[in-house]
């Protein structure tokens, strides 16, 4: 039935990828929200996509449209035995006809920004509201997107695009040079870097550090991370000075212990970052009145060695001045 475009509905569906939520979808759901009481939004594909599974998507789209700002949107789960994606359109309306029967959902208006929306909404009995259908409000398309997500990410809500950020951590005992490659690193690939947290901390308590300090420094840390990577200027990638595994080693080695939260933090840097970077000591020691003398500083470089070695975590050792360090790592990372 052709749409009436000051018309508004009881009950509209949005059926979608999703694959990953831009703001042509955000422009899309916001049409649909603007003009239904209720809005039920069905993230669905056959495949899914690995990389970004449908619970992640739904995710995005809960995280983006909160229940307590968006009372009228409902999501609907994952339905069993979807059609194929290239499966014919007749197949595919048949399907969610089906589905949607079981779950007694009946909208009364179909958005969408296809071709196929026309016949979509007829075979469910709705009106069709086409929004966008030439992308000239939101030039963009999921796989516009998948094929070249960094370049687009302006399309992309922050929350969205940090799933496609990649942490790098740089390692190294002190002054081996990490904060000042960290911040050049940033500089250089023109993304957002996250400083020691542990330095706040020591120099707040004058020194005096318990096992509950070093869990603070491992959370503290990992919030600054969290927190950079769905900053608006992140590129690619985050780059961090030190990691919880360090953090846990200086927790044994001053207090004799550490908090088994703080363990977990540390086994968790297996998988948290994409590359890890050790900082030899072949730079000067610089002592500004906080650091240890470089006898010290070889058996913290030592300790820190093994533990990437026992922990199976790959790393790239980096010499040299910094401008080296950072063309060592463009060499690993690459030039994006």
Known sequence: MPEVMDRHYRHGL????????????????DEALARCERVSVWVYSRPDFPDMPSPLRRGWVRSLYPARLFPGLDLLPDAPNPPLNEAPDATHRAYVRGVLDDWG?????VFTSEAYGEAFAASLGAAH????RARAAVPVSGSALRADVHGLRGFLEPLVY??????????????????????????????????????????RENGALGPAHFLEIARGHRALEDEAITSPGVHRWV???????????????????ARPELRALADDC?????HAFLCDTDLP???????ANTEVRA???????????????????????VPERVAQVRAVLGDG
């Open 14 to 29: 949005v059926v979608g990828k999703f694959a990953p939520l831009h703001r042509g979808h955000m422009h899309l759901l």
């Open 105 to 109: 959902v009946r909208p009364d208006a």
């Open 129 to 132: 509201v086409c929004v966008d």
């Open 162 to 203: 940090a799933h496609f950020v990649r942490r790098v951590v740089i390692l190294g005992a002190e002054s081996t040079g990490k904060s000042t490659l960290t911040h050049a690193l940033a500089e250089d690939f023109g993304t957002a870097g996250v400083r020691e947290y542990g330095r706040d901390v020591y120099e």
């Open 239 to 257: 780059f961090s000075d030190t990691d919880a595994a360090t953090t846990l080693m200086w927790s044994h080695l001053l207090t004799g212990g």
């Open 270 to 274: 297996r998988s948290r970052y994409a």
């Open 285 to 291: 020691h610089e002592q500004d009145g906080w650091r």
């Open 299 to 321: 058996v913290q470089q030592a300790f820190i060695r093994q533990d990437l070695e026992t922990r199976g975590v790959p790393f790239t050792l980096l010499r040299g001045s």
